[in-house]
T-cell receptor, first 112, second 116 residues
Framework: GEDVEQSLFLSVREGDSSVINCTYT??????LYWYKQEPGAGLQLLTY?????DMKQDQRLTVLLNKKDKHLSLRIADTQTGDSAIYFC????????????FGQGTELSVKP | GAVVSQHPSWVICKSGTSVKIECRSL??????MFWYRQFPKQSLMLMAT?????????EQGVEKDKFLINHASLTLSTLTVTSAHPEDSSFYIC????????????FGPGTRLTVT
């Protein structure tokens, strides 16, 4: 079946790097996503990676994909207090009309 | 671009009444819209997928007679919670996609429903 797992909490100091990890089960997933959710708000797409890529970098964000291990990570460089939020990874199983399967979300707390 | 709005942002209703939540894509045509439910500190649970002009596809365990979804145009989908009960209280989030490759879903800000 389809399942996406994340650790629930991560706490870092301002200026450090944050690494949020995710594992998924559906090897047919063509795209994998990272979303950010601030309290009481909807989801903001941060970045996505195509399944034939190993890495994608976008400013402070680096996504690493290990397809063999079905492991996805999001690294945030120079983490700021404004990065405090819940981060969701999601997979889009192939040929399911764009349906997204979300992980439980990782709550990132950035301390000054 | 790619803005999705929801209305209302929060609503309180009495048990037994019905509530309608609107989801609009403001600057693109959304051939597919998705409705999610999120409980506090939990992930998003997909309730249903709706395509413009056709019946919604509900996920297993979601009561289609209770959660009525209408996708009447390429920019509007509505979710009606019928005969609401306190256990229907939740955060409802919609997303919209133009289904162009890749599948990018743009999320609305969510609607907080409280049933008293």
């Amino acid at each position: 079946g389809e399942d996406v797992e994340q650790s629930l909490f991560l706490s870092v100091r301002e200026g450090d790097s944050s690494v949020i990890n995710c594992t998924y089960t559906d090897s047919s997933s063509t795209y994998l996503y990272w979303y950010k959710q601030e309290p009481g708000a909807g989801l903001q797409l941060l970045t996505y990676i195509f399944s034939n890529m190993d890495m994608k970098q976008d400013q402070r964000l680096t996504v690493l994909l290990n397809k063999k291990d079905k492991h996805l990570s999001l690294r945030i460089a120079d983490t700021q207090t404004g990065d405090s939020a819940i981060y969701f990874c999601a997979e889009a199983p192939y040929n399911q009309g764009g349906k997204l399967i979300f992980g439980q979300g990782t709550e990132l707390s950035v301390k000054p | 671009g790619a803005v999705v709005s929801q209305h209302p942002s929060w609503v309180i209703c009495k048990s037994g009444t019905s509530v309608k939540i609107e989801c609009r894509s403001l600057d693109f045509q959304a051939t597919t819209m998705f409705w999610y439910r999120q409980f506090p500190k939990q992930s998003l649970m997909l309730m249903a997928t709706s395509n413009e002009g056709s019946k919604a596809t509900y996920e297993q365990g979601v009561e289609k007679d209770k959660f009525l979804i209408n996708h009447a145009s390429l920019t509007l989908s509505t979710l009606t919670v019928t005969s609401a009960h306190p256990e229907d209280s939740s955060f409802y989030i919609c997303s919209a996609s133009d289904t162009e490759f890749p599948y990018e879903q743009y999320f609305g800000p969510g609607t907080r429903l409280t049933v008293t």
